[in-house]
């Protein structure tokens, strides 16, 4: 007998939330290893947090909603005072990535709008003031010479980058993680750590989305798949 298939996913949906799968982990029951954990903040660059960004005006009202410029901030300023390992995972774009043969949609216009374009790959003028570039409120922490920058992720997730290795050459086990775009690279990020075996938790308000929608997809996507989701507060509190 066939069973329709928006009335199954409903009973599947049902019964996923009544076993509390989409529950995260209790704030009160998480405790971290500090010498083996990280903090982790993707794509925290112009493009998406600076008002003279290429995608700023996609972002604006949830980053002021959630408060994500100044929450990323104070993460990135407690773990530098708990001496907490910090990692950027970054989006660059460098011409030679014009030629790819093949973009998603979103890429495709990533590649249009000029996005985390860095007009040169080696040459270190060509990254300052980009769009690329860090926020400058952010600099200070990125480059002081003790946050590991990876290598750009050239997607959304750290598959194509050395994120993970650098992670376990630190001997990383459990990464915190927030940045942009939350529906997007930092979705990605988690996913692929997850996979990887790490223990990832999320900060809900340390991020941000193209509205809304997105910014609760991502929510949901954190609460079915990471081990935990906290707050910047609860974040802060776990560092300290």
Not at 95 to 111: S, V
Not at 127 to 153: C, E, Q, V, W
Not at 159 to 166: A, E, G, I, P, T
Not at 189 to 195: A, D, G, P, Q, Y
Request: net charge negative; charged share 20%; hydrophobic share 40%.
């Amino acid at each position: 007998m066939k069973i329709n298939t928006i009335l199954l996913s409903t009973l599947l949906i049902t019964a996923f939330a009544g076993s509390h799968v989409f529950a995260a982990e209790p704030v009160a029951e998480i405790t971290i290893d500090k010498s083996s954990t990280a903090l982790l903040i993707t794509d925290p660059q112009n493009d998406f947090l600076s008002e003279t960004g290429a995608a700023y005006g996609l972002v604006k009202d949830n980053l002021k909603a959630v408060g994500t410029v100044e929450h990323i901030e104070a993460l990135f300023k407690t773990a530098k005072e708990t001496q907490l390992p910090v990692f950027v995972s970054p989006h660059f774009y460098y011409p030679h990535d014009d030629h790819w043969q093949h973009r998603g949609a979103l890429q495709q216009t990533i590649n249009d709008i000029d996005m985390f374009h860095v007009s040169h790959s080696i040459d270190p003028t060509a990254f300052k003031g980009s769009g690329a570039d860090f926020l400058p409120r952010y600099k200070k922490y990125i480059l002081d010479g003790k946050t590991t920058i990876t290598s750009p992720h050239k997607v959304y997730g750290p598959d194509s980058n050395d994120l993970v290795l650098q992670l376990r050459k630190r001997g990383v086990q459990t990464v915190l993680v927030g940045g942009m775009a939350a529906n997007l690279c930092t979705d990605s990020h988690m996913r692929e750590l997850v996979e990887q075996g790490f223990n990832v938790i999320m900060i809900n308000d340390a991020v941000g989305a193209p509205g809304e929608e997105a910014y609760q997809a991502a929510l949901t996507n954190y609460s079915m798949i990471a081990n935990a989701v906290v707050s910047t507060e609860q974040a802060l509190n776990l560092m300290k």
